[in-house]
Nanobody
């Protein structure tokens, strides 16, 4: 059984930083993604990283501020978030792909396994 558990969310002032973690168990980690959903908005892609970390993908809104990384020995994926803005406020979810190769890493349908989410709130 696949389990993804996010942690590291919280309340931070604008300009601050947070580091999210996603601990996974139950199967081999393939491509991992981070998505977020703000109140009243649709879920949106944030970042993704390929199986061995050679490829990373970012939404334009977070490029240059967020960094995704992974430690396969620990079955953990991270999202370092710097220069946070109030518009980054959302519930952040990590997700895991079913297959080793993902054709569209920015698309939610590529990820059948999801965590419960962690709240990130950025105050102005």
């Amino acid at each position: 059984q696949v389990q993804l558990v996010e942690s590291g969310g919280g309340l931070v002032q604008a300009g601050g930083s947070l580091r999210l973690s996603c601990a996974a168990s139950g199967r081999t980690l393939y491509t991992m993604g981070w998505f977020r959903q703000a109140p009243g908005k649709e879920r949106e892609f944030v970042a993704a990283i390929s199986w061995f970390g050679g490829n990373t993908y970012y939404a334009d809104s977070v490029k240059g501020r967020f960094t995704i990384s992974r430690d396969n020995a620990k079955n953990t994926v991270y999202l370092q978030m710097n220069s946070l803005k109030p518009e980054d406020t959302a519930v952040y979810y990590c997700a895991q792909s079913r297959n080793p190769v993902v054709l569209r890493p920015r698309e939610g349908y590529e990820y059948p396994y999801w965590g419960q989410g962690t709240q990130v709130t950025v105050s102005s």
